[in-house]
């Protein structure tokens, strides 16, 4: 029993001998249990070849696939504009869902409402739900704008968002100016980058779409960055530190910087700084955009080429040296502003961290797996550190993604040995870590479960897993971290090498002396 002057957390109480008793008791008289060794028997086989190709011809089923859906993103690219309130037409649950996610990762309240659709809506329509929810959103939260999402109830039943819209504005539910721009989100077609896209899109289309009239390309002189579904709030900001520095008038498209990362000084802010309406109706007057996650961006950066007129630059995520160094080229091209001497000597800075780890780092295995962009550029570092990504996984990605992530192993010696997954899971990934063992692997909180799986078996088959990607559950603060630019690959490079050294301890310890890292006194 607790006791108010004994309170335990969560895993020593329940070993306590009381509820060890009452969760032995459960399984005897309420359980069919399968026996103790054939459970063994059968964790055996699935770490087996014999497994990983009957696994690999799975085609019924996904497990756990290192992806979540459409309304996701659309409720992140909806928090980075300015006193905008993300609104999902759908269930309760599902917006339950969203705020939840997001929550644990970001540790902050997460404002987001839906209509809260029930079974007579899915039966007749979920119009009324949007007259009354559009109305209350805005009488109760007084945001500027409301950006609209669908869930999966929403597309399944066929409802019209710009119907809608229109019919909730002439009823009188909200002014007729009154921006309320909207996105299809179907959950069970596409993911979460997907539905940052589509959202992006719509919002772009509501400002700009019809009111191209008098917009010329470069009037404005600002150059405009589209992030996608970013959650390193580091990168929102490394990116205006290096245009600051390079005298560059830059506008990010999409910016939840500062709602995703509120002071605690005794004021609540549901809203908080983000991209303006303004700013956003005079993107297609800038010099140029630039969408930072290509493949993920494929919708708006086609918006941005037939509607606004862009010539967007064919650039890679920037992670990295190679792909930093390309971007910032870019940018100088496009602007005809000088690299300064201070990104030149922080560059410098990255090029002497590399010389320093090259050695732990060198012929070192990684798997790796997360979002198409975000797994391109972690590749594309750790081939620059001489390290081997040999299992290249990413769910959300298409066949043109793996003959890009290709090309650039291919342009490697080290990376003659590595393969690329395409839509495959974690399920997959596991197979892959028991059968060609990697050193590391790298990716979201899920991926402790392969770690844990791998370690059952014996320490010696243990896969640990170091975290980056999203969602980060399990450890706090590495959302504000860093993964763009210099900066961005001086914080992987630092986490990757010291996980390399926190392995080596780990794997000396109890010997006496460290035969390979030496402390000197």
Same mark, same amino acid.
């Given at each position: 029993m607790q006791a108010v002057d004994d309170i335990k957390p969560c895993y020593p109480l329940f070993r306590d001998d009381d509820y060890k008793e009452n969760l032995k008791r459960k399984q005897d008289l309420y359980e069919e249990r399968v026996p103790a060794d054939k459970i063994a028997e059968t964790f055996e086989w699935t770490t087996s070849k014999e497994y990983q190709e009957l696994n690999f011809k799975r085609e019924a089923l996904t497990i756990?696939?290192?992806?979540?859906?459409?309304?996701?993103?659309?409720?992140?690219?909806?928090?980075?504009?300015?006193?905008?309130?993300?609104?999902?037409?759908?269930?309760?649950?599902?917006?339950?869902?969203?705020?939840?996610?997001f929550n644990r990762h970001?540790? !902050?309240?997460?404002?987001?409402?839906?209509?809260?659709?029930?079974e007579d809506a899915a039966v007749f329509g979920g119009q009324k739900n949007m007259f009354d929810g559009l109305e209350n959103a805005k009488a109760i939260y007084k945001p500027d704008m409301i950006a609209v999402s669908t869930t999966c109830m929403a597309e399944v039943i066929g409802d019209d968002l710009n119907a809608f819209i229109n019919n909730a504005k002439k009823a009188g539910h909200v002014p007729q100016e009154y921006p309320v721009p909207f996105a299809h989100t179907p959950s069970f077609v596409g993911s979460h980058t997907t539905g940052w896209d589509n959202m992006w899109e719509g919002i772009a289309r509501f400002f700009t779409l019809n009111k191209m009239e008098g917009k010329v390309v470069g009037s404005n002189g600002k150059l405009n960055f589209v992030p996608g579904f970013e959650t390193y709030l580091g990168?929102?900001?490394?990116?205006?530190?290096?245009? #600051?520095?390079?005298?560059?008038?830059?506008?990010?498209?999409?910016?939840?910087?500062?709602?995703?990362?509120?002071?605690?000084?005794?004021?609540?802010?549901?809203?908080? #700084?983000?991209t303006t309406m303004d700013e956003m109706s005079d993107a297609p007057n800038a010099l140029n955009t630039i969408v930072l996650?290509? +493949?993920?961006? !494929?919708?708006?950066?086609?918006?941005? !080429?037939?509607? +606004?007129?862009?010539?967007?630059?064919k650039l890679n995520i920037p992670m990295g040296l190679d792909w930093t160094d390309e971007f910032l080229m870019k940018v100088s091209e496009?602007? #005809?502003?000088a690299i300064p001497e201070e990104l030149a000597l922080e560059r410098g800075r990255l090029v002497d961290m590399m010389q320093d780890s090259h050695t732990w780092l060198h012929g070192k295995k990684f798997a790796l797996y997360g979002d198409p962009d975000f797994v391109l550029g972690l590749t594309k570092i750790l081939l620059e550190l001489g390290a081997e990504p040999i299992h290249i996984l990413s769910n959300n990605a298409n066949k043109r993604w793996g003959k890009a992530v290709q090309k650039v192993l291919d342009g490697y010696k080290h990376g003659a040995n590595c393969k690329v997954y395409v839509g495959n899971d974690l399920w997959h990934m596991r197979s892959l870590c028991f059968t060609e063992k990697p050193d590391f692997l790298i990716g979201n909180s899920y991926g402790k479960y392969i770690q844990r799986d791998t370690v059952f078996k014996g320490k010696e088959f243990e896969v640990p897993l170091i975290r980056l990607g999203f969602p980060i559950f399990d450890r706090h603060h590495l959302h504000r971290m860093t993964t763009l630019g210099y900066e961005g690959a001086m914080y992987v490079l630092t986490t990757l090498v010291n996980a390399v050294l926190e392995r080596l301890d780990d794997e000396t310890r109890g010997m006496g002396t460290d035969y390979n890292y030496d402390l000197v006194r």
């Amino acid at each position: 029993m607790q006791a108010v002057d004994d309170i335990k957390p969560c895993y020593p109480l329940f070993r306590d001998d009381d509820y060890k008793e009452n969760l032995k008791r459960k399984q005897d008289l309420y359980e069919e249990r399968v026996p103790a060794d054939k459970i063994a028997e059968t964790f055996e086989w699935t770490t087996s070849k014999e497994y990983q190709e009957l696994n690999f011809k799975r085609e019924a089923l996904t497990i756990n696939p290192a992806k979540a859906c459409q309304p996701l993103g659309a409720v992140l690219c909806s928090l980075g504009f300015k006193n905008t309130m993300p609104y999902v037409h759908g269930s309760q649950g599902c917006v339950a869902y969203f705020r939840t996610y997001f929550n644990r990762h970001f540790k !902050e309240p997460v404002s987001c409402v839906s209509d809260s659709m029930t079974e007579d809506a899915a039966v007749f329509g979920g119009q009324k739900n949007m007259f009354d929810g559009l109305e209350n959103a805005k009488a109760i939260y007084k945001p500027d704008m409301i950006a609209v999402s669908t869930t999966c109830m929403a597309e399944v039943i066929g409802d019209d968002l710009n119907a809608f819209i229109n019919n909730a504005k002439k009823a009188g539910h909200v002014p007729q100016e009154y921006p309320v721009p909207f996105a299809h989100t179907p959950s069970f077609v596409g993911s979460h980058t997907t539905g940052w896209d589509n959202m992006w899109e719509g919002i772009a289309r509501f400002f700009t779409l019809n009111k191209m009239e008098g917009k010329v390309v470069g009037s404005n002189g600002k150059l405009n960055f589209v992030p996608g579904f970013e959650t390193y709030l580091g990168n929102y900001r490394v990116i205006k530190r290096m245009m #600051g520095q390079m005298g560059v008038d830059a506008t990010v498209l999409s910016d939840p910087s500062e709602v995703l990362d509120t002071p605690s000084d005794g004021e609540f802010r549901m809203y908080s #700084g983000g991209t303006t309406m303004d700013e956003m109706s005079d993107a297609p007057n800038a010099l140029n955009t630039i969408v930072l996650q290509p +493949w993920q961006l !494929e919708k708006s950066k086609k918006f941005v !080429e037939t509607v +606004w007129n862009h010539d967007v630059p064919k650039l890679n995520i920037p992670m990295g040296l190679d792909w930093t160094d390309e971007f910032l080229m870019k940018v100088s091209e496009i602007t #005809g502003k000088a690299i300064p001497e201070e990104l030149a000597l922080e560059r410098g800075r990255l090029v002497d961290m590399m010389q320093d780890s090259h050695t732990w780092l060198h012929g070192k295995k990684f798997a790796l797996y997360g979002d198409p962009d975000f797994v391109l550029g972690l590749t594309k570092i750790l081939l620059e550190l001489g390290a081997e990504p040999i299992h290249i996984l990413s769910n959300n990605a298409n066949k043109r993604w793996g003959k890009a992530v290709q090309k650039v192993l291919d342009g490697y010696k080290h990376g003659a040995n590595c393969k690329v997954y395409v839509g495959n899971d974690l399920w997959h990934m596991r197979s892959l870590c028991f059968t060609e063992k990697p050193d590391f692997l790298i990716g979201n909180s899920y991926g402790k479960y392969i770690q844990r799986d791998t370690v059952f078996k014996g320490k010696e088959f243990e896969v640990p897993l170091i975290r980056l990607g999203f969602p980060i559950f399990d450890r706090h603060h590495l959302h504000r971290m860093t993964t763009l630019g210099y900066e961005g690959a001086m914080y992987v490079l630092t986490t990757l090498v010291n996980a390399v050294l926190e392995r080596l301890d780990d794997e000396t310890r109890g010997m006496g002396t460290d035969y390979n890292y030496d402390l000197v006194r």
